[in-house]
């Protein structure tokens, strides 16, 4: 039996089998956390005996990362913008055609779109699993009040389109998905799979050093806070990211150390040998680098936020992400405090343990499922 015909079936939780996808399609971009994402889980599903064939939208891919996704799977890439750096809906016409022609010509049985939008008006009967990594509409809800402005109001629209065409609809955070359904109202089949990160088998000797990594030219990161913060900081805060957005965005870092836009080896290099690792992000469905770093046991300092309440209470250290002088006072305290870093660096370490790809799988798996069910009922009821 070959692996592909392994995947066709499993044992559900009720003792009775559930057909499985062998091939899937999944849509990645090259430019945020989804491409980290994606490529892990990938991986994860051949385990299984699942195939992945990427389809990519938005900026073209490096091409070390070209080369990551042909050792998981096949990549794709079509001639359309991501939702959110589209000037308006119109340039997101060709995304469905698009979707649909490359599921026939891989015979894919499931389609697993990381864009919401990206389902708005797919017509194939291939079940379909979205996941809401973020949206414009709930960014501006934790960044804006809520503000969203009249000429992206599409975009509400076509997620909303997209949840509904969906047969499951994941969130990453189950404080993700109440944003969700407080800014689109309820969503059927809606459901919390967790992110995670590979395993850290071993720690290494931290320095004296803080560090922090993302897009910063994106508000929700909250790059300009922790950047003023980094003046009454004892330590050195090194900070890994891109501060020139694709639409023109721009921070500005002048106190911190800004390390550019790093590999995601490079970057983990130097977050292994932290002892204090800050996200100071007032927006974060999940927040992938906080997990990073607990697996490789740093103390971390964390925006008090919803999302960081869920995942990391009682295993960080958290300030009120609007002020400065609370921001350093948190990562102060830590400085000065090497039994509280190193205390807070074993409760994180320990609860990144429950983030593994395997238990991701797992319940991706069950998505999956579920997903495939639905259709096929649906189908059978029309």
């Not at 070959?2 to 996808?21: F, I």
């Not at 299984?48 to 990427?54: L, Q, S």
């Not at 770093?293 to 209470?313: F, K, P, Q, S, V």
Request: net charge negative; with cysteine.
């Amino acid at each position: 039996m070959t692996a592909r015909a392994m995947s066709a079936a499993r044992p559900s939780a009720h003792g009775g089998p559930v057909r499985l996808p062998r091939r899937i399609l999944m849509s990645v971009d090259a430019v945020g956390g989804v491409w980290r994402y994606a490529m892990d889980l990938a991986e994860a599903l051949c385990e299984p005996g699942i195939e992945t064939v990427f389809v990519g939208f938005g900026p073209a891919p490096s091409e070390a990362q070209r080369r990551e996704a042909s050792h998981v799977g096949l990549l794709e890439w079509l001639a359309a913008p991501l939702d959110w750096m589209a000037d308006d809906e119109s340039a997101l016409e060709a995304v469905s055609a698009g979707l649909g022609e490359l599921s026939l010509r891989h015979s894919v049985d499931l389609v697993h779109l990381n864009m919401p939008s990206q389902a708005a008006g797919f017509a194939s009967q291939v079940p379909v699993v979205t996941v809401s990594h973020s949206c414009v509409v709930t960014w501006f809800g934790a960044v804006r009040d809520g503000r969203l402005p009249e000429m992206w109001l599409w975009q509400k629209r076509r997620n909303r389109l997209g949840f509904d065409r969906a047969d499951v609809v994941l969130a990453p955070s189950r404080s993700h998905a109440a944003a969700l359904e407080r800014c689109y109202g309820p969503i059927d089949n809606l459901a919390v799979v967790y992110n995670a990160s590979r395993n850290h088998a071993l720690t290494i000797p931290k320095a004296n050093f803080v560090f922090a990594a993302g897009r910063w030219w994106d508000e929700g990161k909250n790059g300009a806070v922790l950047d003023r913060a980094a003046a009454e900081i004892r330590w050195p805060v090194l900070m890994a990211g891109a501060c020139d957005g694709p639409n023109g965005q721009h921070l500005a870092i002048e106190q911190a150390d800004h390390r550019g836009e790093l590999s995601h080896e490079r970057a983990m290099a130097l977050m292994s040998r932290a002892a204090i690792v800050v996200s100071p992000s007032i927006y974060e469905p999940f927040g992938l680098a906080p997990l990073e770093a607990a697996g490789a046991g740093a103390a971390l300092a964390l925006a008090d936020i919803d999302t960081y309440r869920e995942l990391w209470d009682g295993a960080a250290q958290f300030f009120d992400p609007g002020d400065a002088k609370a921001l350093a006072s948190a990562v102060n305290d830590l400085a000065q405090d090497a039994r509280l870093r190193a205390e807070l660096g074993r409760e994180a370490r320990s609860r990144a343990r429950s983030f593994t790809l395997e238990a991701q799988r797992e319940r991706m798996l069950e998505a999956y499922g579920q997903a495939m069910l639905r259709s096929i009922r649906l189908t059978a009821a029309e």
